[in-house]
Nanobody, 127 residues
Framework: RFVESGGGWVQPGGSLRLSCAASKVTLDYYPIAWFRQAPGKEREGLSCISSSDGSTIYADSVKGRFTISRDNANLTVYLTMNSLKPEETDVYYC??????????????????????WGQGTQVTVSS
């Protein structure tokens, strides 16, 4: 199970970096993605990084503002979020695609393939 951290409160237009602590096996074998979900809403896939070559994909809603990265030495996947908007107030989760070796778009459509969900980290964007 992943452990997410780094959430908090930020003003609109601000930045945050989320962290996802993973196991070595997970980082070595499975694509890892970031999702977000608000109460009563569908879980939205934001970004994914493949285990094989480190290739990345992004949802259109965050492309150009969010960056996913991986630190193999520290067994951590990061999501750097810039230009945050109030409507992006959500709980953010990371998970591994246990059925594939590479990321597949759109991430949200394949959410059912992801597992090892963590507890999430709350991000609040407000003034």
């Amino acid at each position: 199970r992943f452990v997410e951290s780094g959430g908090g409160w930020v003003q609109p237009g601000g930045s945050l970096r989320l962290s996802c602590a993973a196991s070595k096996v997970t980082l070595d074998y499975y694509p890892i993605a970031w999702f977000r979900q608000a109460p009563g809403k569908e879980r939205e896939g934001l970004s994914c990084i493949s285990s094989s070559d480190g290739s990345t994909i992004y949802a259109d809603s965050v492309k150009g503002r969010f960056t996913i990265s991986r630190d193999n030495a520290n067994l951590t996947v990061y999501l750097t979020m810039n230009s945050l908007k109030p409507e992006e107030t959500d709980v953010y989760y990371c998970a591994a695609n246990l059925m594939r070796r590479v990321c597949t778009a759109p991430i949200s459509d394949y959410a059912y393939e992801y597992g090892d969900w963590g507890q999430g980290t709350q991000v609040t964007v407000s003034s």
